[in-house]
């Protein structure tokens, strides 16, 4: 059976959110201490992103993947976050762990180049944990390159480096 993509709705938030934690937790385990991803729930989760999506849907696009009817990835793609016309924001692809090495990201994430280049934007961006070696693998593979920009963020309680990677559309 094969992955089909389509724009989210409002009813699809709260399997995005359990999905969304699902991923982080298989993602960042490796590297991260239980407490940091415990929280939040599933359901916190879920309302984060109806919340988000909610106030953001206009100039913001979330797209879902299914494969057999299910909920298993999800990408979210907006303006870049220092207002540059011409740049979109990657904000996120998250996969079921399940679905790993399937090539449901590659399908979302050249999903989403698309959208940005029908956007008018000509160059991408997005942050990516500095510990999370398999997503800065599968982004350079798709052709992103490490600007050299860095930030902490928190996950949980847990402080994070995040590295700003780019491509041209």
Do not use: K
């Not at 999800?74 to 090539?103: C, K, M, W």
């Not at 008018?120 to 593979?141: D, M, Q, S």
């Amino acid at each position: 059976m094969t992955v089909s993509l389509r724009p989210a709705t409002a009813r699809d938030m709260m399997a995005v959110g359990a999905l969304h934690q699902r991923s982080r937790i298989a993602a960042y385990s490796a590297f991260l201490p239980a407490e940091a991803l415990a929280d939040p729930t599933p359901e916190a989760m879920g309302r984060y992103w109806a919340e988000r999506w909610q106030w953001e849907r206009d100039n913001h696009r979330m797209t879902v993947a299914e494969r057999a009817g299910t909920l298993v990835g999800f990408s979210y793609l907006g303006p870049d976050d220092e207002d540059d016309p011409v740049t979109g924001l990657l904000n996120a692809i998250h996969l079921d762990p399940a679905e790993q090495g399937r090539g449901t990201g590659r399908t979302l994430m050249v999903d989403t180049l698309a959208a940005m280049r029908s956007r008018g934007w000509r160059r991408a961006v997005l942050w990516v944990l500095r510990e999370n070696a398999h997503a800065r693998a599968f982004y350079e593979r798709g052709g992103w390159t490490p600007t050299g920009d860095e930030r902490d963020e928190a996950i949980g309680s847990a402080p994070t480096r995040q590295l700003r990677y780019t491509r041209p559309l």
